[in-house]
């Protein structure tokens, strides 16, 4: 289906303006991150360790005024409804959880001393709040200004702010030396009344919380780092265990120094000093969320632009539904430049205010991608409605997706964003479904010299020479076979040869050119076969089916062998078609090329792409099953079942392929493996 531009447009503006009338698209101005590369800002979830998602520059800090999506007033839906996504891998669940960052703590409000101010602090361990030394803000903190004022810290302070201001949020969290400026104020700590220094320092973040904390170097390793560098005092409110000679201590233990909690344990005493705080209504619990909203605006030429115009009467104005896309236009220069293209767009940028009809201006920062992607697969469900973005009878049809399939990457990119666009179509009644993905499937990357496959890091193995030599049918089986295709694959120069070999001799088997067959009735020995190869079969489907592909080609090798070893001896041609006909259809997801020419030269019919899948013979698969366990360097870290009669090679290739022998593995060198089928497989690794 080709994409319309217009029409994607149409509806990315039209959900927008939905999120817009509702309070939840919003236009601010903040500190936000800026890839100095693209020249555009970037989402928080876009910055990968400091760096930007899709080049890798180092992320800076600007001062813009910038669109957002009210993401954070789901977090809580967000975190919830994760509970109950059983199908999608624990990994991701956990990705999200963490960076929605969930955390139950209380806010309580401080005295400045001496002065009418006051601020809120956030914290998590209200229980520790009489080993407070000093109190901090941060640097962006909107009383900074005002408690420097002429005081002799005023100088550096604001050098100190300004530097603050470019580090990145990275930077400013990092482990290690942390720096700061007293601003001359004190706090009231308000259990005791002992007044604290108030530092300002860039550990401190404005984005979360309250951008204010009480500090306790007794329990909080930041707090001792900064505490110990400025000569602060210590106290610790939290009995550490005997001999404990470590820094901030942060584990369970009884309260002391602590006046009426004292004595208590960690959790009794949170949840005293809040019922003191709220008793006193200086304060009461919070919770507190590390998710952040989406910043949506980008100044980038190709994206959707944001349906939005500036009227110097009238301020922010939508443009009307009826007028939707907004299209951009073309230019000669869409080359980032620190501002979107369109700006230089006279025709673009000015327009008739829609409310008042006075001259305006367009918005000219356009979308970010990800606004595209998380709505695409409701409109899948009807592609080609004119009248609205979908009809609900059809969505409610095909929706929730069964089966979606992405890499890890994602975890807190387009899965978080589908998520709550989703939940947001839903509850202004587009939707039924809640969630858009039942079952989430993430693959592996391959990794080479070290480093992930990428077109940005120049390591990527171009697969022509692979076609050239070996065809494409070899390198696709040698990417299934590499292991389960969850994990990250070490990508191997010459292991494409192994797959080659394998289809060599299946093309030799199956074009006589190899093996003894036979004009007779079939024998016990041709039933064998039958069923070895029904059995295969059997592993094969339910391999596939829980995307266990390299087991699925393992199971095809071992068939394989036998037929081999069958042939050797001499098969009936019933037997023998039928084996070829079974490893033929089978082979056909995997390396469609060779068997769809072998399909059609041994006469099995025109297509093999057509044919059904095979049904295997429950009798003839009867077996005994028996438990086989695999140990790595003797200790048992797996069991399956496998059948009694299980060769040498089947049991070792299964053992290597089990997700629980290979976390034990993976990284290390194989020096042997002991294979004693059916009842053990040993692992030497070293
Ligand atoms: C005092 C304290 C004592 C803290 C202690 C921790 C341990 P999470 O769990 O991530 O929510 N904090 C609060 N706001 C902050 C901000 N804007 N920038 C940097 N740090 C901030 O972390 C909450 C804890 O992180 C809070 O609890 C606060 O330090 C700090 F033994 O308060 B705590």
Same mark, same amino acid.
């Given at each position: 289906?080709? !994409? *319309?531009?217009?029409?994607?447009?149409?509806?990315?503006?039209?959900?927008?303006?939905?999120?817009?009338?509702?309070?939840?698209?919003?236009?601010?101005?903040?500190?936000?991150?800026?890839?100095?590369?693209?020249?555009?800002?970037?989402?928080?979830?876009?910055? !990968?360790?400091?760096?930007?998602?899709?080049? /890798?520059?180092?992320?800076?800090?600007?001062?813009?005024?910038?669109?957002?999506?009210?993401?954070?007033?789901?977090?809580?839906?967000?975190?919830?409804?994760l509970?109950?996504l059983?199908?999608w891998p624990d990994r991701v669940r956990t990705m999200q959880?963490?960076?929605?960052?969930?955390?139950?703590?209380?806010?309580?409000?401080?005295?400045?001393?001496?002065?009418? *101010?006051?601020?809120?602090?956030?914290?998590?361990?209200?229980?520790?709040? =009489?080993?407070? %030394?000093?109190?901090?803000?941060?640097?962006?903190?909107?009383?900074?200004?005002?408690?420097?004022?002429?005081?002799?810290?005023?100088?550096?302070?604001?050098?100190?702010?300004?530097?603050?201001?470019?580090?990145?949020?990275?930077?400013?969290?990092?482990?290690?030396?942390?720096?700061?400026?007293?601003?001359?104020?004190?706090?009231?700590?308000?259990?005791?009344?002992?007044? !604290?220094?108030?530092?300002?320092?860039?550990?401190?973040?404005?984005?979360?919380?309250?951008?204010?904390?009480?500090?306790?170097?007794?329990?909080?390793?930041?707090?001792? +780092?900064?505490?110990?560098?400025?000569?602060?005092?210590?106290?610790?409110?939290?009995?550490?265990?005997?001999?404990?000679?470590?820094?901030?201590?942060?584990?369970?233990?009884?309260?002391?120094?602590?006046? =009426?909690?004292? /004595?208590?344990?960690?959790?009794?005493?949170?949840?005293?000093?809040?019922?003191?705080?709220?008793?006193?209504?200086?304060?009461?619990?919070?919770?507190?969320?590390?998710?952040? +909203?989406?910043?949506?605006?980008?100044?980038?030429?190709?994206?959707?632009?944001?349906?939005?115009?500036?009227?110097?009467?009238?301020?922010?104005?939508?443009?009307?539904?009826?007028?939707?896309?907004?299209? *951009?236009?073309?230019?000669?220069?869409?080359?980032?430049?620190?501002?979107?293209?369109?700006?230089?767009?006279?025709?673009?940028?000015?327009?008739?205010?829609?409310?008042?009809?006075?001259?305006?201006?367009?918005?000219?920062?356009?979308?970010?991608? =990800?606004?595209?992607?998380?709505?695409?697969?409701?409109?899948?469900?009807?592609? *080609?409605?004119?009248?609205?973005?979908? @009809?609900?009878?059809?969505?409610?049809?095909?929706?929730?997706?069964?089966?979606?399939?992405g890499?890890v990457?994602h975890a807190v990119?387009?899965l978080?964003?589908?998520?709550?666009?989703?939940?947001?179509?839903?509850?202004?009644?587009?939707?039924? %479904?809640?969630?858009?993905?039942?079952?989430l499937?993430t693959?592996?990357?391959?990794?080479?010299?070290?480093?992930?496959?990428?077109?940005?890091?120049?390591?990527?193995?171009?697969?022509?020479?692979?076609?050239?030599?070996?065809?494409?049918?070899?390198?696709?089986?040698?990417?299934? =076979?590499?292991?389960?295709?969850?994990?990250?694959?070490?990508?191997?120069?010459?292991?494409?040869?192994?797959?080659?070999?394998?289809?060599?001799?299946?093309?030799?088997?199956?074009?006589?050119?190899?093996?003894?067959?036979?004009?007779?009735?079939?024998? +016990?020995?041709?039933? @064998?076969?039958?069923?070895?190869?029904?059995?295969?079969? @059997?592993?094969?489907?339910?391999?596939?089916?829980?995307?266990?592909?390299?087991?699925?080609?393992?199971?095809?090798?071992?068939?394989?062998?036998?037929?081999?070893?069958?042939?050797?001896?001499?098969?009936?041609?019933?037997?023998?078609? %039928?084996?070829?006909?079974?490893?033929?259809?089978?082979?056909?997801?995997?390396?469609?090329?060779?068997?769809?020419?072998?399909?059609? %030269?041994?006469?099995?019919?025109?297509?093999?792409?057509?044919?059904?899948?095979?049904?295997?013979?429950?009798?003839?698969?009867?077996?005994?099953?028996?438990?086989?366990?695999?140990?790595?360097?003797?200790?048992?870290?797996?069991?399956?079942?496998?059948?009694?009669?299980?060769?040498?090679?089947?049991?070792?290739?299964?053992?290597?392929?089990?997700?629980?022998?290979?976390?034990?593995?993976?990284?290390?060198?194989?020096?042997?493996?002991?294979?004693?089928?059916?009842?053990?497989?040993?692992?030497?690794?070293?």
């Open positions: 289906m080709a !994409v *319309h531009r217009p029409d994607y447009y149409r509806w990315d503006q039209w959900i927008f303006l939905e999120l817009y009338d509702r309070g939840l698209a919003y236009k601010r101005n903040s500190a936000v991150n800026w890839c100095p590369q693209d020249q555009t800002v970037l989402a928080n979830e876009q910055v !990968v360790d400091g760096a930007c998602e899709r080049c /890798g520059a180092v992320v800076e800090k600007r001062d813009l005024d910038q669109w957002f999506f009210k993401i954070t007033d789901y977090a809580q839906r967000l975190l919830d409804d509970d109950g059983d199908s959880r963490n960076w929605i960052g969930r955390s139950e703590g209380c806010t309580f409000t401080m005295q400045v001393a001496g002065t009418g *101010h006051s601020f809120d602090v956030y914290t998590t361990r209200p229980d520790t709040v =009489f080993g407070m %030394t000093f109190a901090v803000l941060a640097p962006e903190h909107p009383l900074v200004p005002e408690l420097i004022a002429g005081s002799p810290a005023e100088d550096e302070t604001r050098r100190y702010m300004a530097a603050a201001a470019s580090a990145s949020e990275v930077e400013r969290q990092a482990e290690g030396e942390k720096s700061g400026v007293f601003t001359g104020s004190y706090a009231v700590n308000p259990v005791n009344g002992r007044e !604290v220094p108030i530092w300002i320092a860039d550990y401190v973040l404005m984005g979360y919380g309250t951008g204010a904390i009480m500090a306790v170097p007794g329990q909080d390793q930041r707090d001792w +780092d900064f505490a110990t560098r400025y000569a602060i005092d210590i106290i610790r409110t939290v009995e550490p265990p005997d001999g404990f000679d470590g820094e901030a201590y942060t584990g369970p233990g009884p309260a002391i120094n602590s006046g =009426f909690l004292d /004595g208590m344990e960690v959790d009794e005493a949170k949840a005293a000093a809040i019922a003191w705080f709220e008793e006193q209504g200086v304060g009461s619990g919070a919770v507190n969320f590390r998710l952040r +909203d989406w910043l949506i605006s980008r100044q980038r030429y190709w994206g959707c632009p944001i349906p939005m115009v500036t009227c110097p009467v009238d301020g922010l104005v939508p443009v009307p539904r009826e007028d939707l896309p907004v299209i *951009h236009p073309d230019v000669e220069d869409y080359a980032p430049a620190g501002r979107s293209p369109l700006a230089a767009v006279e025709s673009f940028v000015n327009v008739e205010c829609p409310r008042c009809g006075g001259p305006a201006t367009r918005e000219t920062d356009t979308m970010d991608t =990800f606004v595209d992607s998380s709505w695409y697969f409701l409109r899948y469900c009807d592609p *080609h409605n004119d009248e609205e973005i979908f @009809e609900r009878e059809k969505v409610d049809y095909w929706m929730p997706v069964d089966q979606y399939i890499g990457e990119l387009h978080l964003y589908a998520r709550f666009i989703t939940k947001f179509l839903h509850d202004i009644g587009l939707v039924s %479904t809640e969630e858009p993905f039942s079952a499937f693959q592996g990357m391959l990794v080479k010299d070290g480093a992930k496959m990428s077109k940005s890091k120049g390591n990527v193995v171009p697969p022509d020479p692979y076609y050239e030599r070996y065809g494409a049918d070899a390198i696709r089986l040698f990417e299934l =076979f590499m292991g389960p295709p969850t994990d990250d694959a070490i990508w191997s120069d010459n292991g494409v040869e192994g797959t080659s070999r394998f289809l060599d001799r299946v093309w030799r088997m199956a074009t006589r050119a190899v093996g003894t067959i036979v004009d007779r009735l079939p024998t +016990d020995a041709d039933g @064998e076969v039958l069923a070895e190869a029904h059995r295969a079969l @059997e592993h094969v489907t339910a391999d596939i089916d829980r995307f266990s592909f390299n087991t699925a080609v393992a199971h095809l090798m071992t068939f394989a062998n036998t037929l081999q070893a069958a042939l050797r001896d001499g098969l009936a041609e019933e037997t023998f078609t %039928t084996s070829i006909r079974m490893m033929l259809l089978m082979l056909s997801p995997m390396a469609p090329h060779m068997s769809h020419e072998l399909w059609e %030269t041994l006469g099995f019919g025109s297509m093999l792409a057509v044919e059904p899948w095979p049904t295997f013979d429950r009798e003839l698969v009867s077996h005994d099953v028996v438990t086989m366990v695999l140990q790595v360097n003797g200790k048992v870290r797996d069991r399956v079942e496998v059948d009694a009669d299980i060769d040498d090679a089947a049991a070792e290739s299964l053992a290597l392929a089990s997700e629980k022998v290979r976390s034990w593995i993976d990284g290390k060198t194989v020096r042997k493996v002991i294979s004693r089928p059916p009842n053990i497989v040993n692992i030497v690794v070293g």
